[in-house]
C-alpha cells in the first residue's frame, strides 16, 4: 500500500536492524525481540501516514518499542507463568577489533563478565545504561523515548553508572579494561 511517496516498508527499512538490536537488548534472547519487533509494525502500520512527518523518526520508534516493552514486562510480572520463568536476560556480543585467537577470547570473556554485570542492574539502569552508553542515544533523545525530564535522565543515570561502577570494582578484571568501561 502506497501513502504519500513512500510506503512503509520504505520509510521502516533504515532503523529496522537498530530497532531490532534495541529490542533484542531490552529483551535479551531472539524469540522475545522478534515478538517486540512484530508488536511495533503492527503499533505503527496505522500511523504510517504521520511517521513521514517526524523529525527524530527512530528516536520516536525506540520509544513506542520501549513502551511496548513495559507493557509486555508489566504483563508478564501479573501472568501466574512469571513465577516458573528463570531470568536468563543477556545482551548481545560487542564486535571486536582484535585479530588474534587470544586477544578475542580474552575481550569475549570481560564482555560476558560486564554483560552478566549489567544485567544484575534493575530494569531501569538496565535500560539507561542500554540505550545511552551501548546505543549512544543523547539525554535529549533519552528524555524523549523515556518521557522523562531531562534532570531526572542525567541523575538516574549517574545512579545507574554508579551502580555499574560498584558492580565493576568487584570482578576481578584488568586494570585497564576496568579503566576503560567505567568512564563516563
Excluded at 508488536?39 to 518499542?65: C, F, G, T
Aim: charged share 25%; aromatic share 8%.
Amino acid at each position: 500500500m502506497r501513502f504519500g511517496k513512500k510506503t512503509f516498508e520504505t520509510i521502516l527499512q533504515p532503523h529496522i536492524k537498530h530497532l531490532y538490536r534495541v529490542a533484542y537488548r531490552l529483551c535479551g534472547n531472539t524469540p522475545d525481540s522478534e515478538d517486540l519487533i512484530q508488536e511495533l509494525l503492527i503499533k505503527l502500520y496505522p500511523q504510517r501516514n504521520e511517521m513521514q512527518s517526524i523529525e527524530y523518526l527512530r528516536a520516536w520508534m525506540v520509544r513506542v518499542l520501549y513502551h511496548l516493552y513495559l507493557d509486555i514486562k508489566r504483563r508478564e510480572q501479573r501472568s501466574p507463568m512469571a513465577w516458573l520463568d528463570n531470568d536468563e536476560t543477556k545482551l548481545d556480543r560487542l564486535t571486536s577489533n582484535n585479530t588474534t585467537p587470544e586477544a578475542l577470547a580474552e575481550e569475549t570473556s570481560s564482555q560476558q563478565q560486564l554483560i552478566n554485570i549489567v544485567n544484575t542492574l534493575n530494569d531501569d539502569q538496565r535500560v539507561l545504561i542500554i540505550l545511552s552508553d551501548i546505543e549512544g542515544y543523547t539525554l535529549k533523545e533519552l528524555a524523549n523515548i523515556l518521557d522523562i525530564p531531562i534532570g531526572t535522565i542525567k541523575s538516574r543515570l549517574s545512579r545507574a553508572r554508579s551502580q555499574l561502577r560498584t558492580l565493576l570494582s568487584r570482578e576481578p578484571y584488568q586494570q585497564n579494561y576496568h579503566a576503560n568501561i567505567t568512564k563516563g
